[in-house]
T-cell receptor
Framework: SQQGEEDPQALSIQEGENATMNCSYKTSINNLQWYRQNSGRGLVHLILIRSNEREKHSGRLRVTLDTSKKSSSLLITASRAADTASYFCATDAWNTDKLIFGTGTRLQVFP | EAQVTQNPRYLITVTGKKLTVTCSQNMNHEYMSWYRQDPGLGLRQIYYSMNVEVTDKGDVPEGYKVSRKEKRNFPLILESPSPNQTSLYFC????????????FGQGTRLTVV
């Protein structure tokens, strides 16, 4: 069973705009992670937020976590064409040994 | 350089012909896992291993086998591949501690005809 569901499935924006992606999950977690995937390539870790954290920043990335709503959001500010990729959330759930991925958001940034 | 290496990157095979996809990591990670990625379904875990000689099923283990005889290697075996196993496969590794990231291989695109 999938833990994370991303919204929207696809997002198209112009360079310089902000991109926001949302992730919802079902059970209690230790942490939530965001990964990026360029077309057909391996996933690259972007940022990890622990269950006791509410917000985290890394460069142009801002992640929020609301454990009461079981949701997270990833904000990419001042987007660039090079940000074009698929973005996945992944949850490290309690009492499991698994990292479970959502279905991803495809982001297209037009120059 | 810290990395997870999968081979081959691309493979076309016929139904029923046994194949192995290799995965090796040089980071001394305890945890390794295999995922398949299909359009609209995201990444689904096939098998995982928490250490040498310890393996367990993920969400979609049917038709696959794995082994973990050494810490660095975690091969994925398809004893009798079928067309519904055509997919993009990823191996990943991470330390067996809480709140750590996973490192992914480059992927293996498998086509079974």
């Amino acid at each position: 069973s999938q833990q994370g569901e991303e919204d929207p499935q696809a997002l198209s924006i112009q360079e310089g705009e902000n991109a926001t992606m949302n992730c919802s999950y079902k059970t209690s977690i230790n942490n939530l992670q965001w990964y990026r995937q360029n077309s057909g390539r391996g996933l690259v870790h972007l940022i990890l937020i622990r269950s006791n954290e509410r917000e985290k920043h890394s460069g142009r990335l801002r992640v929020t976590l609301d454990t009461s709503k079981k949701s997270s959001s990833l904000l990419i500010t001042a987007s660039r064409a090079a940000d074009t990729a698929s973005y996945f959330c992944a949850t490290d759930a309690w009492n499991t040994d698994k990292l479970i991925f959502g279905t991803g958001t495809r982001l297209q940034v037009f120059p | 350089e810290a990395q997870v290496t999968q081979n081959p990157r691309y493979l076309i095979t016929v139904t029923g012909k046994k194949l192995t996809v290799t995965c090796s990591q040089n980071m001394n990670h305890e945890y390794m896992s295999w995922y398949r990625q299909d359009p609209g379904l995201g990444l689904r875990q096939i098998y995982y291993s928490m250490n040498v000689e310890v393996t367990d099923k993920g969400d979609v283990p049917e038709g696959y086998k794995v082994s973990r005889k050494e810490k660095r290697n975690f091969p994925l075996i398809l004893e009798s591949p079928s067309p519904n196993q055509t997919s993009l496969y990823f191996c990943a590794s991470s330390p067996w501690t809480e709140n750590t990231e996973a490192f992914f291989g480059q992927g293996t695109r498998l086509t079974v005809v």
